[in-house]
């Protein structure tokens, strides 16, 4: 096991580069079992989800070529297998797009209800409603969701999921490309990786209009054909080395982004008190006098992203005043509240309110990662913090973070990572 020790106080000064958006990446690398011929995916994101999510492709049967770091070949033509190996799906949220590319695939598939963060209740009951309204007849029994189409195809529906659902609109999309007739979602998300893989699909023949709308409209196609495929730039990513920033001050270029992705967040920073100017695919995030208290709520794509909150709610431990945030999405987000604490935070959590007052100085403490999110929170705090700061469990952010320690240290950070003695980690897990 590893954990992350900080020495806090240093402000961040230099350049960074974006890597490619995790969210596209999981569901887009499913996606190519679709795809009868070999996908070039370039600028996906060298990272334990995708790392888990090509290992279950290849179990299934699937050719990968890593061609670089960053580009990936995929030929998913001789995969044969429906059945998801659990002990690999049980370590991933993201494993629920397997149900939607295999039964669009081979019209039946055997997966393990997802794994990954615990957020609070995270139900795919929109996913299955979707896959029923196509014609799937859905079980879930003994460890897995089977799925099988009748006739082995699936056909087109209309689909209204009840909420806005990121995970449903892009499991639907992946089932809907191959399904025999139109299918359209109403009520969809439309999150920037909703678009991303609607393009990638779109490239590689399918007929998909209305991404990044409410309303979808997927026409099914008989096959789709290889082809090569750019993934876009981590939002969140992004905005986390923005909040960094924002929470240790100094200045630091962010490249490799798509600004109009960014807004949300950078309205919210600035806000705060933050100066944040945009040149291209870059943004220039600078801080050096005192940050103002905010109101946050999460809210679905345009609004405040549900996976930036841990990351502001760090920022607004050091904002003057009184803060509040609102989590709109999620039920059990505000775990790493006592880490906060721990670190002299003043915060207090009601349901999804939780009321920040801010502190002059946070200070180094021993804390651990709860999920992704919170995890990466942590570091942001731990910049900032006076003194040391551990961070445990630091797999949960090595499932999307790319080389986190390394760009943090370029940046002027005073961060590594340590390997803990196994006989010290069962003592502090115990």
Not at 87 to 96: E, F, G, N, T, V
Not at 320 to 325: A, F, H, K, Q, V
């Amino acid at each position: 096991m590893t954990k992350y020790v900080i020495q806090g106080g240093k402000p961040l000064h230099g350049e960074v580069e974006i890597s490619g958006a995790k969210n596209a990446a999981v569901a887009i690398l499913p996606a190519a079992l679709l795809v009868d011929g070999v996908c070039r995916i370039e600028n996906v994101p060298n990272i334990s989800d995708v790392t888990m999510i090509l290992d279950i492709m290849e179990e299934l049967g699937a050719k990968i070529r890593r061609v670089n770091r960053t580009t990936v070949d995929v030929d998913c033509s001789k995969v044969y297998k429906q059945k998801v190996p659990h002990d690999l799906a049980r370590q991933i949220r993201a494993s629920y797009y397997l149900i939607g590319a295999l039964l669009g695939r081979f019209g039946r598939a055997e997966v393990p209800p997802p794994g990954g963060c615990d957020l609070g209740v995270r139900p795919i009951d929109q996913h299955l409603k979707g896959f029923c309204a196509m014609g799937a007849e859905i079980q879930v029994e003994n460890g897995f969701v089977y799925a099988a189409a009748e006739n082995g195809r699936l056909h087109g529906a209309q689909v209204y999921l009840d909420v806005v659902s990121v995970g449903a609109t892009m499991n639907i999309l992946l089932a809907a490309s191959l399904a025999k007739g139109l299918t359209v979602i109403e009520n969809a998300a439309k999150e920037p990786h909703i678009v991303d893989l609607a393009n990638f699909l779109n490239s590689m023949g399918a007929d998909i209009m209305g991404a990044g709308t409410d309303v979808i409209k997927v026409r099914g196609v008989e096959r789709l054909k290889g082809g090569s495929y750019s993934i876009i730039p981590d939002q969140i990513e992004a905005g986390t080395y923005m909040a960094a920033v924002a929470a240790a001050g100094g200045e630091v270029r962010i490249n490799n982004i798509i600004p109009k992705h960014m807004d949300c967040i950078t309205a919210k920073l600035v806000e705060m008190g933050v100066q944040v100017e945009e040149d291209g695919d870059s943004l220039t995030v600078r801080r050096t006098g005192k940050l103002n208290r905010a109101n946050v709520k999460t809210m679905p794509y345009p609004g405040f992203p549900t996976d930036m909150q841990p990351q502001i709610a760090a920022v607004l431990c050091l904002a003057e005043g009184t803060s509040i945030l609102n989590e709109g999405i999620w039920d059990n987000r505000y775990r790493f509240a006592d880490e906060f604490r721990r670190m002299g935070a003043k915060i207090q959590v009601d349901g999804k309110i939780a009321v920040i007052e801010g502190v002059n100085q946070l200070t180094g403490a021993p804390v651990r990662a709860c999920d992704l999110r919170a995890g990466a929170a942590m570091i942001v705090a731990g910049l900032a913090a006076h003194g040391t700061t551990e961070v445990d469990q630091v797999y949960y952010i090595e499932r999307g973070y790319e080389d986190i320690v390394e760009k943090l240290s370029k940046l002027g950070a005073d961060i590594q990572c340590k390997v803990i003695p196994d006989k010290e980690w069962r003592n502090n897990v115990v």
